[in-house]
DNA sequence: ACCACAACCTGGCCGC
DNA sequence: TGCGGCCAGGTTGTGG
């Protein structure tokens, strides 16, 4: 489901509907939408508290509340919200929903009920594991090539791994790959530097262009607080793909699995060395 | 460190 | 139509 720039824009979306907004009632649908604390102390924090700002850190939605809690929200595999202004809505997968003090009703829908809701005093208690922000001053072509240069195993889910980089997910990792022309079974530990450097460009590159294009929705799964979609399918190069001709070169794009995921891109532009 | 696999869940699609 | 199998944008835990 989203990805960094899925969730950055599900965030900016809600920042109008919630920054400054009192949480009047919280109901939770489906108990193990919560992570912590319990569903009924999860309630009772939340109504009547303040939320200051919405953000986000890696895959994580973050609000900072007047009560000095933080509430971050981590959407999985299929979790989105929508906003009403004249009812709760009645959506099948609902599993938690919010009513702000103006009325408006904030409903988290989640049909895989993998999405989890974290009310704690320190966002780092959630976050303080996760790797450098991609599109950070702190993401730096130096920082990727010294970073991999340590590792061992194959370059693909190591990338996907949150602890290493905050954000990337399964898309955007093929997309990126496939961009700077590295085999995603390569040997983190055997890039070069202009090829670490080539991986940094286009790992900013493809997430800056989702971001632009609103996130990426395949299947209606990813969609908007107001129901609208994203428009960065229409630019995918390899995702999905397996089958159809490689836009740069025509070769058959493949699918091979890597880590139980699907990986998809070009043997011919991303060529493996032979070990 | 690294790997493999199961688990958490529901729904859509495809082939028989 | 029905049913089984496979797939899905993510993460965590377990046992090597």
Redesign the pocket.
Known sequence: ???LP?VETIARKLAPVLTGQTIARVDVL?A?TVDRPTPDAFCAALSGARVLTIDRR???IQMALSTGQTLLV?????GKFAVYSDGPGED??ARLRMQLADGTWVVYID????GRFYLVDDPHE?TG?LGPEPLSVDFTPEWLAAKVA?????IK??L?D??FI??????Y?SEALWQAGIHPQR???TLTTPEAQRLHTAIVAVLRAGLENG????????TYPSGGT?Q??DYLRV??RAGEQCPRCGYTLE?I??????TYFCPVCQIQPTP
């Open positions: 489901m989203p990805e899925e489906w193990r890696g895959k994580y981590h959407l999985r595999m299929s099948t997968h049909p895989r009920k993998f959630i594991a340590q590792r061992r195993g194959e889910p190591l996907l949150q602890r905050a954000g990337l997910g399964n898309i990792v040997s983190a530990g996130g990426t929705s395949l299947d209606g799964h990813y994203g960065h399918q995702y999905d699918r699995v890597q880590g139980q995921r699907s």
